[in-house]
């Protein structure tokens, strides 16, 4: 099949379809427990694999060899990376990618290539550019990048692109041991300075990695919450199935509801960010902000749904738990989202009066 016919099939194809098709890799590929027994999460295999079913071309343009499609092709691959507590951490890759097309200079083709071959794996950092090197802590997938986009916090310094070949990369050992993190250190000395305005390729990048959290944040809420009503339609307590209790049937209902309306927002999110619609940015903040919370709250209630054996580490209550206690810091703090989108909804409130 030529290139052209790939993405004519490509384009045809649902978000179902691609769903389908990440819930059954990730079924037969993802190990829960991992990262736990004195081991770290791997997760270069499984993004060669994902790479080999042309994910990574998914959003790059089809002039530049990709398949030409939005973010929306995207969020049931994040949902079902979360679903699964799978260890990887694509949506870097994937961000830089919609950073990248923007940049008109031709630059960063090279990348965008590899990226699309599979054989570049992107981390992304919004720090400060001065000085002769640079060092971060607890990046996600810093073990696997092979590139690292630098998106400064001052407007006037130009966005970096930052080989990883010679850097010093550690893996470290977090709370959330579902996904591998590392520490960076690199020289700056060969950094390439790219031609996209600063401010533009924070809000991209903020937007998408929001937007893949508020995803992750939905698959998983969905399915801790599926196997704690599971659980509670077979553990029995006088004779009868605690999941008939009428305290608990609430607590259950609450929580669906709850990712019910996050999973709305987030497709509404998603929609936005797509079409660059009016205010996409703060929404995907908002969806982010939404779906982790009502993935800590369940996360939380499954440890008390199943009682004493939830507060052991035999089961996998406690893996969801901490993704979710994870998710609130990822990148920025829930109170840090907050503060970023805070000012424009309030004076779009305003304007509304």
């Known amino acids: ?67 030409g499609q939005s973010f929306a092709a995207l969020a049931p691959i994040y949902e079902e990376i979360g679903r699964a507590l799978a260890p990887v951490t694509i949506a870097a890759t994937m961000a830089a990618v919609d950073v990248l097309v923007t940049d008109g200079s031709g630059a960063t083709g090279g990348l965008l290539d590899r990226i699309g071959a599979g054989e570049a794996r992107v981390a992304i950092a919004f720090a400060a550019t001065s000085g002769a090197e640079l060092t971060l802590e607890t990046v996600p997938a810093a073990t696997s990048a092979t590139d690292l986009l630098l998106i400064p916090a001052d407007d006037g310094s130009p966005v970096l692109l930052v080989g990883l070949a010679d850097a010093e990369i550690e893996a470290i050992e977090v709370w959330d041991r579902t996904r591998p993190f590392g520490d960076i250190r690199v020289s700056l000395a060969g950094a390439t300075p790219i031609g996209i305005v600063t401010a533009e390729a924070r809000r991209i ?58 999973h709305a927002l987030a497709r509404q999110a998603t929609a936005v960010y797509a079409a660059r619609e009016a205010g996409w940015d703060h929404l995907a903040g908002q969806a982010r902000l939404l779906a982790v919370d009502a993935f800590r709250a369940v996360a939380e209630d499954a440890v008390q749904f199943h009682g004493g054996i939830g507060f052991t580490w035999e089961h996998d209550c406690h893996l969801f738990l901490k993704r979710a206690l994870m998710n609130e810091v990822l990148g920025e703090t829930q109170e840090q989202v907050r503060d970023r989108i805070a000012p424009a909804i309030i004076a779009k409130a305003l304007a509304g009066r």
């Open 205 to 262: 990048a903020r937007a998408h990695l929001d937007l893949a959290l508020a995803w992750d944040s939905v698959g998983a809420a969905q399915q801790v919450l599926a196997e704690a009503v599971a659980y509670m339609g077979t553990r029995k307590q006088f004779d009868r199935p605690i999941g008939s209790f009428q305290a608990l049937k609430h607590r259950a209902a609450d929580h669906k509801v709850a990712i019910e309306v996050a």
């Open 1 to 67: 099949m030529s290139m052209t016919e790939t993405i004519d099939a490509i384009e045809t194809i649902e978000p179902g379809e691609l769903r389908a098709v990440a819930a059954r890799l990730l079924a037969d590929k993802v190990d829960r427990r991992a990262g736990w027994g004195g081991r770290l999460p791997e997760s270069g295999a499984l993004e060669a694999e994902m790479a080999a079913l042309g994910w990574p071309l998914l959003t790059i343009a089809a002039a530049s060899g990709g398949l």
